[in-house]
């Protein structure tokens, strides 16, 4: 079974920058895709970004993107998501996801598409 483990979350000022990680571990092989979701107080999740595996293709949501990047590192079976120019509205929880799947392209930003997901880390952007 995979488990995700993300760290990097915190507090910072707007404009300030924060990199979350998210380790997987405990299957053979590498996931598929892996993604980084979030979920504000009030709203539904969303996807800010993702990444395939074996082409490095990503996804970044029109809301953050020129600010957020999102990458892998392959021999570590880590992602990361890089946050700069954080505003206010950045603020939510941010969950680790994995597909062990063959995700197409256009299937890269929805939930359904990741089979395991890590406990959230809370990103709060306030002066």
């Known amino acids: 079974q995979v488990q995700l483990v993300e760290s990097g979350g915190g507090l910072v000022q707007p404009g300030g920058s924060l990199r979350l990680a998210c380790a997987a571990s405990?299957?053979?092989?590498?996931?598929?895709?892996m993604a980084w979701f979030r979920q504000a107080t009030g709203k539904e999740r969303e996807c800010v970004a993702a990444?395939?595996?074996?082409?490095?293709?990503?996804y970044t949501a029109d809301s953050v993107k020129g600010r957020f990047t999102v990458s892998r590192d392959r021999d570590k079976n880590t992602v990361y998501l890089q946050m700069n120019s954080l505003k206010p509205d950045d603020s939510a929880v941010y969950y680790c996801?994995?597909?062990?799947?063959?995700?197409?392209?256009?299937?890269?930003?929805?939930?359904?598409?990741?089979?395991?997901w890590g406990q959230g880390t809370q990103v709060t952007v306030s002066s």
């Open positions: 405990g299957r053979t092989g590498s996931p598929s895709a």
């Open positions: 996801a994995a597909s062990s799947g063959s995700p197409i392209v256009s299937s890269l930003s929805h939930a359904w598409t990741y089979d395991t």
């Open positions: 990444i395939r595996w074996r082409d490095r293709y990503t």
